[in-house]
């Protein structure tokens, strides 16, 4: 098992830009997450799926669109990117079941100038 | 609303000593709490959680947590610290009757271990 794989790990883009972080786990895991880190802020949420077609608003979504048309891919799209954007952004997935851990991907470093 | 509070920042201790990384939490009902690591530039790590049953829960590298369910506190142990365990620690907590939310992290306690 791969896991969960993020791409691309880097990435900078100017102002208004938009792009797309891919998202994919192979362990069947209905529930899929996206989060941001920001330095000494911890991490926080943008979006959440509980199953494919099915995707619900985190903490932090404005800026932000995420699909969910299979249950492997998680993508998460930036339409007009601003500096306040720049970030380390996680993907999670997990199984059906309250008591189980998260899965992290690696991240994608995202600056935005 | 589900919470978790790591009060330091910044934990220093030397090679060898104990160590300890807090937290605590708030939920309605009953937790289940994880500690994940991140080591840098890499994703987290789970390193052990807490369902039920005993309240000292062991978990990857020589680490163990206690629940203390009076005080509301899951800390992070390890009897004899390595330089390899320096990173950031993020405790965690879902709520037992919330279903699969996502879990609420805290904001991460760095860890620095000194040789």
């Known amino acids: 098992n791969a896991g969960v794989t993020q791409t691309p790990k880097f990435r900078i883009l100017k102002i208004g830009q938009s792009m797309t972080l891919q998202c994919t786990q192979d362990?069947?895991?209905?529930?899929m997450y996206w989060y941001r880190q920001d330095p000494g802020m911890g991490l926080k949420l943008i979006y959440y799926?509980?199953?494919?077609?099915?995707?619900d608003k985190g903490e932090v979504p404005n800026g932000y669109n995420v699909s969910r048309s299979t249950t492997e891919d998680f993508p998460l799209r930036l339409e007009l990117a601003a500096p306040s954007q720049t970030s380390v952004y996680f993907c999670?997935?997990?199984?059906?079941?309250?008591?189980?851990?998260?899965?992290f991907g690696p991240g994608t470093r995202l600056t935005v100038l | 609303a589900q919470s978790v509070a790591q009060p330091e920042d910044q934990v220093n201790v030397a090679e060898g000593n104990p160590l300890t990384v807090k937290c605590t939490y708030s939920?309605?009902?009953?937790?289940?709490l994880f500690w994940y690591v991140q080591y840098p530039n890499r994703g987290l790590q789970f390193l052990l959680k807490?369902?039920?049953?005993?309240?000292l829960v062991k978990g990857s590298y020589g680490f163990e947590a206690e629940f203390n369910k009076s005080q509301t506190s899951f800390h992070l142990k390890k009897p004899s610290a390595l330089v390899s365990d320096s990173a950031l620690y993020f405790c965690?907590?879902?709520?037992?009757?919330?279903?699969?939310?996502?879990?609420?992290f805290g904001k991460g306690t760095r860890l620095s271990v000194i040789a």
């Open positions: 799926s509980v199953g494919a077609g099915i995707t």
């Open positions: 939920v309605s009902g009953n937790p289940y």
């Open positions: 362990m069947n895991h209905n529930y």
């Open positions: 965690a907590v879902r709520d037992m009757i919330s279903g699969n939310t996502p879990l609420v």
């Open positions: 807490y369902i039920t049953g005993d309240n």
């Open positions: 999670a997935s997990t199984r059906v079941g309250s008591y189980n851990e998260q899965f």
